[in-house]
């Protein structure tokens, strides 16, 4: 049975590495849409160019306490450029979120990298701003140039006694919402964040070598009632006008019920959403 290169079908010989012809590693990982033993390096298919599923197209996590976040690739982008975390650190949760920046080359590594970088610092009780800082540099070591400097938005959020300290920078937001009488929907959400961003919504503030002057804004809330924090991304609150959100379940539970409107909805971002309770049980 003759050989071919399941890129180019020139003829191979077996034992070959590369196609002579055309320089396809040959015995590549197969393609999870065509099927061709084509996949490179970078996790493309070299004949139908999709780009693989990872781990990072759906995640989950859920805190003892019942916190809880959700990521997904969404609907029409070929990868997840968003990121989390959701962690206890002590009697405080920590999350951030941060969108990569879509026009910015490797968009996903800069997100990854600021969430790993600042979650880990307010987990060690550092402030949001030495976070945020912490954050940028690394993000900025992605970069080779000015011209090639990955970024990503960023906002990052700490719930301890029933108080909230926040700071964002861009436009991943966070709301706050009041606890729903019995029954009812909770239809009044309150953003806590200020977009960094003009009219046509070009942002103005991200992180990244190439960003300029960029200040976090910083927040601290009190509740006054019980309720949730809601922290997204774009994905999520480019469909919350006039939206009912889920007033029962656990937050995991309300997580995947908002990512299944903002995904009915379109889809057309990475959709990235944690909900954390305060001073009321979800269930």
């Not at 920046?101 to 997100?111: F, I, K, N, Q, T």
């Not at 700490?158 to 108080?163: I, L, M, N, P, Q």
């Not at 960003?211 to 910083?218: N, T």
Request: some cysteine.
């Amino acid at each position: 049975m003759a050989v071919i290169c399941p890129v180019c079908e020139a003829p191979v010989l077996e034992g070959d590495t590369y196609c002579e012809a055309c320089g396809h590693a040959l015995g590549a990982p197969a393609c999870a849409s065509c099927g061709a033993p084509a996949v490179d390096a970078e996790g493309y298919c070299e004949r139908c160019g999709l780009r693989q599923p990872t781990g990072r197209d759906h995640a989950e996590i859920v805190l003892d306490g019942g916190a809880a976040a959700v990521t997904d690739r969404g609907l029409r982008r070929s990868r997840n450029e968003d990121a989390m975390a959701l962690l206890w650190s002590g009697e405080a949760i920590v999350t951030v979120v941060c969108d990569g920046v879509g026009s910015s080359p490797r968009a996903d590594e800069a997100s990854a990298v600021a969430v790993e970088t600042a979650s880990a610092a307010l987990a060690r009780g550092l402030p949001q701003e030495e976070a945020f800082d912490l954050a940028g540099r690394a993000v900025a070591k992605l970069a080779t140039s000015v011209n090639d400097a990955p970024a990503s938005t960023y906002v990052a959020a700490v719930v301890e006694r029933g108080r909230i300290t926040f700071g964002w920078a861009g436009d991943t937001r966070a709301y706050w919402l009041p606890a729903p009488e019995q029954g009812a929907a909770i239809r009044h959400c309150i953003l806590l964040t200020v977009d960094d961003a003009v009219e046509t919504g070009e942002i103005t503030a991200w992180l990244g070598a190439d960003a300029v002057d960029v200040a976090l804004h910083v927040r601290t809330l009190t509740p006054e009632e019980p309720g949730l924090l809601l922290v997204c991304s774009d994905g999520l609150w480019r469909y919350l006008d006039g939206y009912a959100f889920p007033s029962t379940g656990t937050p995991i539970e309300m997580a995947r019920e908002m990512l299944r409107h903002a995904l009915d909805s379109g889809g057309q971002d990475n959709v990235t959403i944690a909900l954390i309770p305060l001073g009321v049980t979800h269930g």
